[in-house]
């Protein structure tokens, strides 16, 4: 038999979600199974899968010890990597890091080691704020993800808690996400909202967009206004609010009606983006603004509050006359 104490990182979850964490070796049917028939107990006492657990509750398993694996983190890593991250913003909840275009946010089927979140751990590893070994069901983790060729910012949670809230109050609206782009042409009018459908292929990484509502298809909005244009190139440099948040949303919008992103080789012709040193789709994440309905959460702290990458620091900013100081 083993026992297990719910600790603060594992509060809050339901049973059958802690256990897929932290007994990673059972297979799920087996899991509910163990439930039911009263292997798994919690405070000695049957259980529901969709219990939710507390801090100092006690789980008893009396199953075999051959499912209880190793902590899947290599701890090695964390202190071999050498943490590269520009941070915005760190509290004791949360870190906001301007993560630049090129960069992998999670790790890749390759085990692809140099990637956000492990810049990240490995950055808290070495603080002394996490340790993989203490930790039974909980590792740092995304609140939000980037394409790997899109730079900007990205919201990591350092405890249970405020992963919990803060992906709550992104599924809420709370939290509200700006971008920067260039596109080509001259966008009329100058100020607007797109609105269309949009249908994803996970098979081939991309999405379609039409006009009208079609079955399969979701709807999407985008806000847009422009901040300045190039008419010599015929280029425009624009300002986006997301309202709803789809893959590759912007970038297929705005190829949709015909000002695709510049750099950008999946949904426009880049041949002489790249000729001018375009390696990526012109898009960056560079503002996200906090404004939270109630004021009893953890992340209070950062309520009312805005972060923003300054537009002089990215990098296609500057073809519109935006130096570093802006």
């Known amino acids: 038999m083993r026992e297990l104490t719910i600790m603060r990182n594992d509060a809050g979850q339901r049973l059958d979600k802690f256990l897929s964490k932290s007994v990673r070796g059972m297979p799920q049917s087996m899991m509910y199974k163990c439930i039911r028939t009263k292997k798994i107990k919690v405070n000695r006492k049957r259980a529901e899968p969709d219990m939710r657990l507390s ?53 890749d089927t390759e085990g692809n080691e140099n990637t956000l979140i492990m810049h990240i751990k490995a950055y808290l590893a070495q603080k002394g704020c996490y340790d993989p ?57 100058s100020k607007g909202r797109l609105i269309s459908w949009m249908k994803k292929d996970s098979e081939n990484n991309t999405v379609s967009v039409s006009d009208v509502k079609r079955k399969g298809y979701k709807e999407c909005i985008t806000d847009y206004k422009t901040l300045a244009t190039d008419r010599k190139n015929d280029l425009s440099l624009l300002e986006i609010a997301l309202v709803t948040g789809r893959t590759h949303q912007i970038r297929a919008q705005f190829a949709h009606i015909g000002h695709p992103l510049a750099g950008d080789g999946k949904y426009g012709i880049n041949r002489e983006d790249r000729a001018r040193g375009y390696k990526f789709q012109a898009l960056y994440s560079y503002r996200v603004r906090f404004e939270f309905g109630d004021k009893n959460g953890v992340l209070e702290p950062i309520n009312g509050r805005e972060f923003t990458v300054p537009v002089g620091q990215i990098w296609f900013c500057g073809d519109f006359g935006y130096g570093k100081d802006n």
Do not use: W
């Not at 509750?57 to 090695?76: A, M, N, R």
């Not at 890593?77 to 913003?89: H, Y």
């Not at 996400?177 to 966008?187: A, L, N, P, Q, S």
């Open 55 to 107: 801090e100092g509750d006690t789980v008893q398993l009396f199953v075999s010890d051959e499912f209880f694996l190793s902590p899947s983190e290599d701890s090695g890593a964390l202190f071999r990597i050498k943490p590269k991250l520009d941070i915005i913003f760190e509290d004791d909840n949360i870190i906001l890091c301007n993560k630049r275009p090129g960069v992998l946010v999670h790790e």
């Open 133 to 189: 070994k203490d930790e039974q069901s909980f590792a740092p983790a995304l609140c939000n993800r980037i394409d790997r060729n899109t730079g900007g910012i990205v919201i990591a949670a350092k405890n249970a808690a405020a992963l919990r809230e803060m992906n709550e109050r992104i599924r809420n609206g709370e939290v509200h996400k700006f971008y920067v782009c260039e596109v080509h042409g001259i966008v009329l009018p």
